[in-house]
Every structure is written in structure tokens, then in C-alpha cells.
């Protein structure tokens, strides 16, 4: 049984478990979740590990690692457990003629930790394609049926669940299309590899393969061999602003509930951090990935507190640049920016 969460996360940084556990079924889930409630233990959930960085003292508690399994389609619904990897889960749909996950192709991670983020790319979001989800809410003890509506979506990859312990998500069902076609082409990049204008539909699959590409080009796609994919994706948020500051102008600007939404990966770019920097940096062990700003990478033999290093450095010289703090997207447990 592996112990070292550095082993059970993309990032490949962390220390070890107090205690661990392996979760094959929601049952199982709730009762191990239940028994370290009732003893006072604290709980650290790990899926995927796509988007989690725990620090080098590692976890004093209960890791449980989610491994629950098992789909189901219902007509145009899919039923899927919490622990599916999630790639393959839109895999099945294209391949069971469901259409509606073709843009959320090749993000990594489980199926039950997309709606924490409300995981979005290239124009879709979870959100278009939630049809309810079972949660159990620690505090009151109960499994529940959400509709959407209880998970507070609205604002960039934000959710109840997000920096929150209280509720465990235990399957999520989807609402999708019986159809072979592509939602509308709502990404440029996307319509450009596709050779298609924003609002044309393609074959499903198509769109998955393009979305595959291009991301594997950011080194989003993971390949163990490759250290650029060392990473939780994206580290930090594209920040929402009242009020764009001049020096940023130029910076792509997107409409939000909030505000106004700019490219973090611009103000990185931008501020002097080219790709691969870091290397130079600290020991050498965390640089940006050379394809993609926003990625902090362990090139190898690097600890949480090089990430933290590296990235408090990215975030502190945007900062004196543009005026504009990033924070993390990922979540950071035991560990902070300095």
C-alpha cells in the first residue's frame, strides 16, 4: 500500500499518509468516511491527484483514494462513479453515439471531481452537461440527490464543493444527445484546427481528436515520460477584475458575472517568465513547463516547498508588473505560497 502522496498525485510532490485507504465502492467510501468522523481523524479524499499539491510533512490523517467504478446509460443519461478516470468516460459516450463531453476530452482526473471545479475547456463546462449528482454530506450525515441548482455553479471554476470538505460526491449522472454531431464550435482555437468558424457543428469525434491534440501540444495531456505533464495543469486562475489595469490592456479580456476575466498565462508571458523558466531558479528542480506559462512542473526530484518557491516567485512578479495577484487553482494542502 503506498503511503507517499507524492506517488498518488500528478505533481509527484508530498509527504506521506498517517493512515490510508482504498475506496472500491461508495459504501465503502461513506463508511471509511464516517468511522475517521466519528473518531476525529482528519480526511484528505485523492482521486486522480490532478489538481492537489500537499505539503512535504505530508498528511496527518486519513488518505483515502477513490477507486469506485462503474458506468450505466439511460438513454441519452450517463451514470458514471465518482472513481472513473474521466477520459475514458468520454471516450464510451462518443463511442456509445452520446454527444455533449467531445470538448472536455483529455483532462485528467476522475469523474467525481468535476464538478468541484466546474471543469470547463474549449467552450463547454460540466455544468451544460449535469444532470444531477449523489453527494454525502458529512455534517448531516445524509446521501443526497442534487439537481445542478445545489451546486452553486455561476462564477469561474467555482462550486459549494471547492475548498470544501463537507460533501463527498459518489456518482454524477449526464444529460448528453443521442447523436454522432458536435455541440457548436465555441473555442477560436479549437474552430481553427478544426478548419471550421465558431458555431458550426462537426462529427463528435472530430472535435475530440483536435481537443486531444491541442492539448497534448500545451503538455496537458499526462505521459509519465514526459515531466512537462509533471504538473496540475493549469496553476493558476485566469483572475476577474472590476477593473482592468492599463498596463494590462493588452491582455486577451473575456466578459465574467464578475467582471472582466484576462489570460493569467498572458500576464506570466508577459511579466518575463518564458516558457521553461526555472530552471535556474532555486535547485533547479520546478520550472514552467517549456509549452505552456501556466503549468509549474517538477522536472524531477523536486519538493512542495520548490513548487511553492517557484510559484510565490511567478505570482510576486506579475504582481509588481501588472498590479494583478494570481492565485493557485489547485488546491493546497499543509502547504502555501510564501
Known amino acids: 500500500m503506498p503511503t507517499a502522496i507524492s506517488e498518488l498525485t500528478t505533481m509527484r510532490v508530498g509527504g506521506p499518509a498517517r493512515e490510508f485507504a482504498v475506496a472500491k465502492t461508495s459504501d465503502e467510501l461513506v463508511s471509511l468516511v464516517r468511522a475517521a468522523d466519528a473518531a476525529h481523524t482528519s480526511v484528505l479524499l485523492i482521486g486522480g491527484g490532478s489538481n492537489l499539491v500537499v505539503a512535504d510533512t505530508g498528511f496527518d490523517g486519513l488518505v483515502i483514494k477513490v477507486e469506485t467504478s462503474g458506468t450505466r446509460i439511460d438513454g441519452d443519461s450517463m451514470w458514471v462513479a465518482a472513481g472513473e478516470p474521466w477520459d ?19 483532462i485528467p482526473g476522475l469523474t467525481g471531481a468535476t464538478p468541484v471545479q466546474n471543469v470547463g475547456a474549449y467552450g463547454t463546462v460540466t455544468s451544460d452537461v449535469l444532470r444531477e449528482l449523489t453527494v454525502y454530506d ?65 462529427p463528435a469525434k472530430d472535435v475530440r481528436e483536435a481537443v486531444l491534440d491541442l492539448r497534448g501540444q500545451k503538455g496537458m495531456v499526462l505521459d509519465a515520460a514526459d515531466h512537462d505533464t509533471w504538473s496540475v495543469g493549469s496553476f493558476f486562475l485566469n483572475p476577474v477584475l472590476a477593473e482592468v489595469p492599463e498596463k494590462a490592456s493588452r491582455a486577451p479580456q473575456y466578459p465574467d458575472p464578475s467582471g472582466i476575466k484576462i489570460h493569467a498565462a498572458w500576464l506570466i508571458q508577459n511579466a518575463g517568465f518564458a516558457h521553461g523558466f526555472g530552471t535556474e531558479f532555486g535547485n533547479g528542480t520546478v520550472a514552467l513547463s ?3 506559462v501556466l503549468a509549474v512542473t517538477n522536472r524531477g526530484g523536486a519538493s512542495t516547498a520548490d513548487v511553492m518557491a517557484l510559484a510565490s516567485h511567478i505570482r510576486d512578479g506579475v504582481q509588481a508588473e501588472f498590479g494583478i495577484t494570481l492565485v493557485p487553482e489547485c488546491d493546497l494542502v499543509g502547504c502555501s505560497l510564501t
Open 88 to 106: 475514458p468516460v468520454v471516450a464510451a459516450s462518443l463511442d456509445e453515439g452520446l454527444a455533449g463531453l467531445e470538448a472536455l476530452s483529455g
Open 138 to 202: 458529512r455534517e448531516s450525515g445524509r446521501i443526497e440527490v442534487w439537481g445542478p441548482d445545489r451546486c452553486g455553479f455561476g462564477l469561474h471554476r467555482q462550486s459549494v464543493f471547492k475548498h470544501s470538505m463537507r460533501y463527498v460526491i459518489l456518482d454524477t449522472t449526464m444529460a448528453l444527445r443521442r447523436s454522432t454531431v458536435s455541440d457548436p464550435v465555441r473555442y477560436a482555437g479549437l474552430a481553427d484546427r478544426l478548419g471550421v468558424t465558431i458555431g458550426d457543428t462537426v
Open 290 to 292: 517549456t509549452k505552456h
